[in-house]
Nanobody, 125 residues
Framework: QVQLVESGGGLVQPGGSLRLSCAAS????????ISWFRRAPGKEREGVGC????????YVEDSVKGRFTISRDNAENTVYLQMDSLKTEDTAVYSC??????????????????WGQGTQVTVSS
């Protein structure tokens, strides 16, 4: 059973926080880069950020810089997306994907080996 499963989504008020998890089963995340994506209502999927496969350097898009943080816990075979100071425009389905590469803003889709199904994040007052 080879899977990536996201969890931790929910409903929060503007300014609130959530921590999303991307947990792997059937393979080890140690040697994979993990990207986070989101798809907002009426929009195409967009990249959120990435953590490198070896040095664990992280990258996030300008729209979430200073608010979102990506981290890895290899013992738990899990990558996290900590989201603080959430805004209504952050409302989206968030998903993760794994591949063997170093993070960049133009990673070919074919380099991703595994994809999760997504978890809903709703930011509303």
């Amino acid at each position: 059973q080879v899977q990536l499963v996201e969890s931790g989504g929910g409903l929060v008020q503007p300014g609130g926080s959530l921590r999303l998890s991307c947990a792997a089963s059937g393979f080890a995340l140690d040697y994979y880069a993990i990207s986070w994506f989101r798809r907002a209502p009426g929009k195409e999927r967009e990249g959120v950020g990435c953590i490198d496969m070896t040095d664990n350097n992280t990258y996030v898009e300008d729209s979430v810089k200073g608010r979102f943080t990506i981290s890895r816990d290899n013992a738990e075979n899990t990558v996290y997306l900590q989201m603080d100071s959430l805004k209504t425009e952050d409302t989206a389905v968030y998903s993760c994907a794994a591949g063997v590469f170093y993070c960049s803003n133009d990673v070919p889709k074919t380099l991703y080996d595994y994809w999760g199904q997504g978890t809903q994040v709703t930011v509303s007052s």
